[in-house]
C-alpha cells in the first residue's frame, strides 16, 4: 500500500522576506507620490502654499469692489492649475467691475472682472446703482480739455475747479476781478458715456488710449458721479454760472473704499435747502480771494 509523502515543510525565514520586499516596494511608491506633488504632477505636500484673492461676501454682478469685499487665502494648485488669470492682492481687484454674480469664498480670477462697466452684460444687471445712504448719481458734461483728455475712468476720483468773474455771484457782489478754485476733491466717477476710453476685460487687452483687444470709441462724453444732494445743488449751480474743470487724482491720493456711511454735513436728500450766489460765495469765500 503506498503511502503519500508529507507535504514539505516551508524554509525558516521565507514569509519574512516577502515582508520586507512589500515594505520597500511601499516606501518606493511613497517616495514617489512625494517627488510628484513636489514637481507639479500633483498637489504638494504640506498644506495650502498659495495666496490668492477671494471673495469676503457675496459679489452681486456689475458691482465695482472695495476693500470691503474681498481677503486673501491660501490654496493648494493640483495638476496644471497655474495663477496666470489668479489676484494674489486685494489692491488688485478694487474698484474692477463683477461681470457675474460671485459667491462668498469664490478665487476671484481676471475672466469674472472688467475694468468698464459698460462691458459687463446688462441683462442681470441690478435695479439699483451701489449707492451709500444720503449720496445720489449725477451726470455731469466732460470733453478731450475739461476731462483730462480720457483719462479719467471707471472708479477714479477727480477734483473740480470752478473758474469766473465775481459777477457771477449776484447780488451786491460786482467786481470785475476772475477767480479760480477747487470746489470739490475726491468725487468718485462711477459710471461713462456714451463713448468709452479703450478699456476691456481686467483678463487683458486694450487700455485707456488704445491697444488690441477692445474698441477705442474715442473720449467720452459725460461722468456719472457719486455725490450728495447739497453738493448736487452746488454742482449744479457751478456748472450753470462758471466754467468747470476736473483734474484726475493720483491712486495714492484715493479714499481707502467708497463712502459706507451717511455724509453729516448732509445726512438725506431732503437736506438739500437750495443754492444761490450767496450760498456759494458764503461756503466757498470766493470775494475773499480778490
Not at 469664490?106 to 439699483?128: F, Q
Not at 476772475?178 to 468718485?188: G, H
Not at 491720493?253 to 450767496?278: F, M, N, R, W
Request: aromatic residues 6%.
Amino acid at each position: 500500500m503506498a503511502v503519500a509523502p508529507a507535504a514539505a515543510r516551508p524554509r525558516p525565514g521565507g514569509g519574512r522576506l516577502f515582508i520586507i520586499v512589500g515594505l520597500l516596494l511601499a516606501v518606493l511608491a511613497f517616495g514617489a507620490v512625494f517627488l510628484i506633488g513636489g514637481t507639479g504632477g500633483g498637489a504638494a505636500l504640506g498644506g495650502p502654499n498659495t495666496t490668492v484673492v477671494i471673495a469676503k461676501q457675496q459679489i452681486p454682478i456689475r458691482h465695482q469692489i472695495t476693500s470691503a469685499d474681498v481677503e486673501t487665502a491660501k490654496i493648494s494648485l493640483s495638476g496644471n492649475a497655474t495663477t496666470d488669470k489668479l489676484y494674489t492682492n486685494t489692491t488688485d481687484v478694487v474698484a474692477l467691475i463683477s461681470e457675474v454674480n460671485i459667491s462668498k469664498g469664490t478665487v476671484l480670477s481676471a475672466d469674472m472682472l472688467a475694468r468698464d462697466v459698460n462691458l459687463v452684460p446688462t441683462g442681470l444687471a441690478p435695479a439699483y446703482l451701489p449707492l451709500a445712504k444720503g449720496y445720489v448719481a449725477m451726470t455731469i458734461p466732460t470733453g478731450e480739455q475739461q476731462g483730462v483728455a480720457g483719462h479719467i475712468s471707471l472708479g477714479d476720483y477727480i477734483t473740480v475747479i470752478a473758474s469766473s468773474s465775481l459777477a457771477a455771484l449776484g447780488g451786491d457782489i460786482k467786481k470785475a476781478a476772475t477767480i479760480s478754485k477747487t470746489v470739490f476733491t475726491n468725487v468718485r466717477v462711477i459710471g461713462l458715456g456714451p463713448a468709452s476710453t479703450g478699456v476691456t476685460s481686467a483678463s487683458g487687452g486694450a487700455q485707456a488710449g488704445g491697444g488690441t483687444g477692445g474698441q477705442v470709441s474715442g473720449v467720452a462724453s459725460s461722468l456719472t458721479i457719486m455725490l450728495t444732494q447739497c453738493d448736487a445743488e452746488y454742482f449744479t449751480w457751478f456748472l450753470n454760472n462758471m466754467t468747470v474743470r476736473y483734474t484726475l487724482e493720483s491712486f495714492k491720493d484715493y479714499l481707502e473704499q467708497p463712502p459706507q456711511a451717511p455724509d453729516p454735513s448732509c445726512p438725506a436728500i431732503t437736506a438739500a435747502g437750495g443754492v444761490s450766489g450767496k450760498q456759494v460765495d458764503a461756503r466757498y469765500k470766493f470775494s475773499a480771494l480778490s
